[in-house]
């Protein structure tokens, strides 16, 4: 049966604080001309299946460079351990979406494809409660690496389990298959399961990957995996901002020169699936009687 999506209400929201151990107030660090997150908000806001896009956050300072720049914002409380709990805060003053997407902040380079990549699973199966992103890893060394989350699935793409450590293990005969997949860190969920994630018990698995996702997994709820090619490039230190800054100078002068180059066009494609080019959505409506502490751009 084929459903019908454009009556679904997806709404994306972009957990943003100020305070970082590695690299405070990074969401408001100059990537050129623009903030890191009026990078990340650019990009989200290209998603075909977002109905409205929303930066969530704690800090006055983050909340006024985002309404600078045009964005929907939303103060949230302070003490959330997570950004899904600052998610899920967000979201349940929007009663009438149903999915909704967390996308991390300091990711200027984010995929508007693979968004929409990982909100297609469950707009066509509403078993799903939750669904993320993978990626086959292409450097062997990042299989060992316990700060590159590993995931693994069964032949449905469900979630088997995340882990720090290298899954599948190692075989001396066949060290490196090409059959390893890093967790990319996205997660849409059904509105309704995300308000009530927060109050799942915390299992032994979660507690020692330290991995959040694993509370699904543990209690008893299914996380659809889609693939893609989407290289994630977060900005945990100021040596990650200076590579995307040359990454994005890089794609601006191929660009200048005619190569029709897209700044992260150096990991995936650019252009949409009916072969355009991926366009900010400038017509996205405009949500009215918004719930209190959101602010309109």
Do not use: C
Not at 104 to 123: F, K, S, T
Request: no cysteine.
């Amino acid at each position: 049966m084929v459903r019908s999506r454009v009556h679904r209400k997806i709404l994306g929201v972009i957990p943003a604080r100020y305070a970082s151990s590695r690299f405070p107030g990074k969401a408001l660090a100059k990537v050129d001309s623009r903030t890191m997150l009026e990078h990340v908000h650019e990009r989200v806001s290209m998603a075909r299946y977002l109905s409205a896009v929303i930066v969530a956050t704690d800090d006055p300072r983050i909340f006024e460079e985002a309404r600078r720049f045009g964005a929907r914002v939303q103060m949230t409380r302070e003490d959330h351990v997570s950004g899904s709990d600052r998610v899920a805060e967000v979201a349940s003053a929007f009663e009438d979406f149903e999915l909704v997407v967390n996308i991390q902040g300091d990711e200027p380079l984010i995929d508007p494809n693979a968004i929409d990549a990982a909100v297609l699973p469950l707009l066509e199966e509403p078993a799903i409660p939750m669904g993320t992103l993978k990626k086959r890893i292409e450097d062997p060394r990042e299989i060992t690496d316990p700060n590159v989350v590993k995931v693994v699935t069964d032949r449905f793409e469900n979630a088997v389990y995340f882990s720090r450590s290298p899954i599948p293990q190692l075989r001396k005969e066949n060290p490196y298959a090409g059959t390893h997949y890093k967790h990319i860190g996205l997660y849409v969920y059904r509105r309704n399961f995300l308000l009530k994630y927060s109050d799942l018990p915390i299992g032994p698995l979660e507690k020692g990957e330290s991995l959040e996702q694993l509370r699904a997994l543990e209690n008893g709820f299914r996380i659809r995996v889609v693939e893609t090619d989407y290289e994630s490039v977060g900005v945990d230190t100021p040596a990650d901002l200076e590579r995307v800054r040359q990454l994005i100078r890089a794609g601006n002068s191929a660009v200048n020169r005619g190569a029709g180059w897209l700044p992260a066009a150096d990991w995936q494609s650019a252009r949409g699936a009916d072969g355009e080019g991926t366009r900010p959505i400038t017509n996205r409506p405009q949500i009215n009687n918004l719930p209190h502490g959101v602010a309109n751009g």
